[in-house]
């Protein structure tokens, strides 16, 4: 869906978005195999989305550079349209991943963390399309998709700090 949109409306921001749902997916995954084994096992599966994000998160920066210099041309409505839709998928997986936000087990905490950024990347993916649609100023989505490119490596940092002791 966020590739679709990404191209459609020729957003870093959605690409950012689209890359991290991607790196959550797989998380999800690992995650769901890590299930009652071993906390290092957990551990690995915590890095494992750590890993993601930070790797995903460079590409959408490299992206955002290559468009800095190729040139874009965001269109507002059209991202509005798109992170609306993806707010409302991850408001509801993090309304369900609630009960993990301060567990134990890695995995599952690493899994919700990787949602809630989700949700903030969609919120700012939604404000930046409409100050697109209201100003027509495309660099609003260049510096959204930097952004978000460098939280979602924040993120992977982060998880990769929680789960240093294993």
């Not at 750590?50 to 992206?63: H, T």
């Not at 839709?85 to 991943?97: D, E, P, Q, R």
């Not at 087990?105 to 404000?127: G, Y």
């Not at 510096?143 to 998880?159: D, N, S």
Request: without cysteine.
């Amino acid at each position: 869906m966020g590739i679709v949109g990404w191209y459609i409306a020729d957003s870093t921001g959605l690409l950012a978005d689209a890359f991290d749902m991607l790196a959550d997916a797989s998380g999800y995954v690992v995650a769901m195999v890590a299930i009652g084994r071993s906390s290092q096992f957990q551990n690995n599966a915590a890095r494992w989305n750590g890993s993601m994000l930070i790797l995903l998160g460079v590409g959408v920066i490299g992206e955002v550079i290559h468009r800095v210099i190729s040139g874009s041309n965001p269109q507002g409505l059209v991202i509005i349209a798109f992170a609306l839709l993806s707010l409302a998928v991850n408001g509801g997986v993090l309304a369900m991943l609630a009960p993990y936000r301060n567990t134990e087990e890695m995995h599952l905490k690493a899994t919700w963390k990787d949602t809630r950024a989700d949700v903030l990347v969609n919120i700012s993916v939604l404000l930046s399309g409409t100050a697109i649609a209201i100003s027509g100023y495309r660099h609003i989505d260049l510096i959204v998709g930097f952004a978000i490119g460098l939280y979602v490596i924040k993120e992977g940092i982060e998880i990769f700090a929680e789960t240093n002791g294993d």
